[in-house]
């Protein structure tokens, strides 16, 4: 099936035709594309080498090691409560819904299928690494891997701490260790490659099997993770949790099923 995306290139806009849900037709890779199906605004991440991982961070993190990833777009921002709407009203899929007195606030309504009033574009949250799985699908999409999820974090600098460098993380710099939830997608500053929230407001579904020894055996070149396991990885830190939780470097995991006020997900498209 065709898709049409509209391409962004300073102030023009054109078409591009793409023959796979996942996949750009061959022509210059544009800097920017926007997904017609929920309005994502990916931007392109150079192929290239990056540190990934962390000597002086968990077990998990060791050991640093070099990885090449090719060119791949990702989602400026986390998927929006208004965008997984969209996807819920289109598909009937389950609104997101935790029987859980600390997940209220974050609960839709499941018979409306409605988020709660004034959080459109918070980030969506209260979904597993299954739902993300399906929202990707009906978008034309896919989750980031471990690796290409790092490397966009990173935004272009070596061994640093955070998206941004090594700079103590603050309040004015992500939304983390608080107990006031999510904030709207783009409250705080980008990386250098544009993205927000790459540390803090949700932890993000990467497509990656966690293995805390993978990185003694990954691959050099487009690591995608072990082959089986029973989590999956969750990267960026979220709201509630503490700095150390939003390094660059470290990583989490959770049942593919695991659904919670702290976990959202981004899109990614190869190209």
Sequence with gaps: MLIDF?????SNSINVRARK???LSPMQNPAEIINPKDGSELILMP???FLMG???GYLSERPAHRVYVSAFYIA??????SQYRRFVLETGYAAP???DPRAE???WNRESKSFPAGHGNHPVVLVGWVDAMAYCEWAGTRLATEAEWEKAARGGLEGKLFPWGDAEITHELANYDNQDGTTPVGSYPPNSYGLYDMAGNAWEWVTDYYDAKYYSRSPARDPRGPERGSSRVLRGGSWMLFARYCRVSYRFRNSPNFRASLIGFRVARSL
């Design 47 to 49: 192929e290239g080498e």
């Design 105 to 107: 606030w974050a609960n």
């Design 21 to 23: 849900a996942n996949r």
């Design 6 to 10: 509209r391409v962004r290139n300073d």
């Design 76 to 81: 400026k921002n986390l998927v929006t409560n």
């Design 97 to 99: 819904y935790v029987d």
């Design 54 to 56: 962390a000597d002086d």
